[in-house]
């Protein structure tokens, strides 16, 4: 008995990393949902962009995951997320590139995993 063949399924693979994308992400727009995106909106027009541009952090954390989860519009749901993830990293975490946690893990591990986890999911999900 190999173990192998029974650990070998790139669908299902497929299928647990979208829900765990999509689970996790929704803790996030949950958080929104709850508070407000008040100060999404601040750094949004910090940078000179309107305010309104913030509601799309809904379609990045609370549609997006929500389409992952039900497997419709994998591709462009995926995506939605990745580019979520960079308006994060630019909005917030630009400083944070060469910084390390005080545990030696890198400051930006969680968003990078969401960025390369959706993008593999967009690359790996079969056509729709």
Known sequence: ?????????????????????????????????????????????????PGWLAYAVYLGEVVAPLL????LWVVPAALVIAINMLVAFFLVHTKQVLMLQNSGGWSLELQAF?????????MGSSKQ
Do not use: C, D, Q, S
């Open 1 to 49: 008995m190999k173990v192998w063949n029974y650990l070998h399924n790139p669908r299902a693979a497929m299928v647990l990393l979208r829900t765990t994308l999509a689970l996790l992400m929704l803790f996030h727009g949950w958080a929104k949902i709850r508070h407000g995106i008040g100060g999404i909106e601040l750094m949004v027009e910090a940078r000179g962009a």
């Open 114 to 122: 969401f960025f390369v986890t959706a993008i593999v999911v967009a």
């Open 68 to 71: 992952l989860l039900v497997g």
